[in-house]
């Protein structure tokens, strides 16, 4: 028993098996085979470490985004002249990522709590009867006025009327507005960190650049009219709207457009050429959107200004029509890594095999010689017969 172990052990350790090899001069096999095999190296070769890049890690970055917004705008209203600036027609004001510039508006002023009668037209009546209180979203108090023939309402009087919305838009002048973008980006893995602000974008270049895309490309300068045109939008089309049920042109009260900063940086080269690409994209209010049965049109907030006068609380009401902005950083950073590299050889060398799989399926089932081959390639054995080579072995070594 203990020689057994041992001679097992010797064996194991000692010697070397490798597989039989048969050498097949068959044309369509052999072609079928270099066919498969040049396949592989092209899929390995082109699109494993020429289009993927398998031979780098990767990693996304963690980035901040600030903006500020410049501009003018100029409205008169009934002979009301009216300055708007940055404060007043950016929302939010503390440079987000994501805001709001208004295009047009309804205003209230002088707006209190109390009691008054509904809109003509909204909330009809011909008695107190039909002013239930809690019936409809204002707060009723059951009471119908006479002289207007609409239920009294307690709310913030006089009650808000946006059914006619200034067309054109009162604040087209946003279309000169210029948007200011900073963005810092960090690659962790590689301890690389970047800003938009990149070597060639001083301080000199910034007080006369304007973005365009060929020729100043990297320019963090935006004016909000190129903004609209380059998303594929019509920017007076997307600040107004003049939607009615019997038209067949929608207009668009208002929509949202998405500025990507994209980051995509091959770190083997130098970090100096790791620049962002500005893209622009209409993501709300397209106006060859023709569907009249929209659940929402536009878009618009409600903004109020709160006051005291006479020690009574006011405030101005401004339903603001605008475009959102929405500024998105997408990023992917490489770098040569062996690791990936060994994988990506690794994975290469397993899929050659599927061209000897191939093959033998071919020479074993669908050729004519296929027993022939079978009995080439494969030898069997049977433990109580000897093997003619080794009883030749025997008999010479008699001799």
């Known amino acids: ?105 309804i205003i209230t002023e002088g707006q209190e709590m109390r009691k008054c009668p509904e809109l003509q037209g909204s909330h009809n009546c011909s008695s107190d009867s039909d002013c239930e209180e809690g019936r409809f979203k204002r707060q009723m108090t059951g009471v119908c006025e006479k002289a207007t023939k609409t239920c009294e309402v307690l709310a913030w009087c006089p009650v808000e009327n946006d059914h006619d919305i200034p067309d054109p838009a009162m604040l087209l002048s946003a279309e000169n507005y210029t948007l200011f973008i900073k963005n810092s980006v960090t690659f962790p893995m590689f301890g690389i960190s970047r800003s938009n602000l990149v070597e060639d974008v001083d301080a000199e270049y910034i007080s006369k650049c304007l973005h365009d895309p060929k020729d100043s490309p990297l320019c963090p300068i935006f004016r909000l009219g190129d903004i609209v045109r380059l998303s594929g939008f019509n920017f007076e089309t997307i ?31 130098d970090v100096k050429h790791c620049r962002p690409k500005y893209n622009f994209h209409g993501l709300y209010g397209n106006p060859a959107e023709t569907d009249k049965a929209r659940a929402s049109v536009g878009y618009n907030f409600r903004y109020a200004k709160y006051y005291l006068e006479d020690k009574v609380q006011k405030r101005t009401l401004l339903k603001v029509f605008g475009i959102r902005f929405d500024i998105i950083v997408q990023s992917l950073a490489r770098k040569f890594d062996i690791i990936p590299t060994l994988t990506a050889i690794g994975s290469g060398v397993g899929i050659f095999g599927v061209a000897t799989v191939v093959c033998d399926l071919v020479l074993l089932h669908l050729l004519p010689k296929r027993e022939f081959y079978k009995n080439m390639k494969f030898k069997s054995t049977d433990s109580h017969k000897q093997d003619p080579d080794s009883e030749a072995c025997s008999t010479e070594t008699e001799k």
Do not use: H
């Open 239 to 269: 600040a107004r709207e003049s939607c009615t049920v019997c038209d067949a042109l929608v207009s668009r009260q208002g929509g949202a457009i998405g500025i990507v900063i994209d980051w995509t940086c091959n770190l083997d080269k």
């Open 1 to 105: 028993m203990k020689s057994q172990i041992t001679n097992t052990l010797s064996d194991f350790f000692f010697e070397y098996e490798t597989p039989r090899q048969v050498l097949v001069r068959n044309r369509r096999v052999g072609v079928a085979c270099r066919v498969i095999q040049a396949g592989v190296l092209a899929y390995i070769i082109g699109w494993v470490f020429i289009y993927e890049k398998g031979y780098q890690s990767t990693d996304i970055a963690v980035s901040s985004v600030f903006t500020k917004m410049k501009g003018v705008g100029y409205t008169s209203i009934n002979g009301k002249e009216r300055v708007w600036d940055e404060a007043d027609f950016v929302f939010p004001p503390q440079g987000d990522s994501s805001f709001v510039v208004m295009t047009n508006y």
